[in-house]
T-cell receptor
């Protein structure tokens, strides 16, 4: 089955530790995205990538890093510099452009809790 | 921009009524708009999309209206059902070389039986 997979679903880390969230897709999409969602809030864009080996900062990139070494994978690292990392993290992918079938598909999210 | 501390607008309707969820967008260069439904603890799911060369698009029980003059988007759900209870987000993208997909604040819809 084609889809986008985030792992793990729940993640606990101690304050001061870096943690990497996984996002894999087999939809052959060029574009991938990471969003952060706080309780009762909307989705805020952290990073996005239009193509392999290229990515751009979103609106809240500070304290996060990404890589895009493979088309299928777009891992997000939450670094110790992120002041309030506890949140629900969502990954998405899409075809590029704004033509037919370019809507973004989302994974089921990773809930990160830093203690 | 930052929206920390601002909670989602809410809409409460009776089962069987029609629902209208509104969204204002800020980028006049945006030319592709999408509505998503998010159930608690899950990722958003695609509902319907519309491009800027259209002002209305219909799906199954849903209709999206686009008013570019006032940069306003709405989602109409006909005969709302309890299973429609969720948070609804609009998202926008522009084709000017960037794949940046930006989400609106979202509206929490509650359907009362």
């Amino acid at each position: 089955d084609g889809g986008i997979t985030q792992s793990p679903k729940y993640l606990f880390r101690k304050e001061g530790q870096n943690v990497t969230l996984s996002c894999e897709q087999n939809l052959n999409h060029d574009a991938m995205y990471w969003y952060r969602q706080d309780p009762g809030q909307g989705l805020r864009l952290i990073y996005y990538s239009q193509i392999v080996n290229d990515f751009q900062k979103g609106d809240i990139a500070e304290g996060y890093s990404v890589s895009r070494e493979k088309k299928e994978s777009f891992p997000l690292t939450v670094t110790s510099a992120q002041k309030n990392p506890t949140a629900f993290y969502l990954c998405a992918s899409s075809l590029t452009g704004t033509g037919p079938n370019t809507e973004a598909f989302f994974g089921q999210g990773t809930r990160l809790t830093v203690v | 921009g930052e929206n920390v501390g601002l909670h989602l607008p809410t809409l409460s309707v009776q089962e069987g009524d029609n629902s209208i969820i509104n969204c204002a967008y800020s980028n006049s260069a945006s030319d592709y708009f999408i509505w998503y439904k998010q159930e608690s603890g899950k990722g958003p799911q695609f509902i319907i999309d519309i491009r800027s060369n259209m002002d209305k698009r219909q799906g199954q029980r849903v209709t999206v209206l686009l008013n570019k003059t006032v940069k306003h988007l709405s989602l109409q759900i006909a005969a709302t059902q309890p299973g429609d209870s969720a948070v609804y987000f609009c998202a926008e993208k522009n084709k000017g070389g960037s794949e940046k997909l930006v989400f609106g604040k979202g509206t929490k819809l509650t359907v009362n039986p």
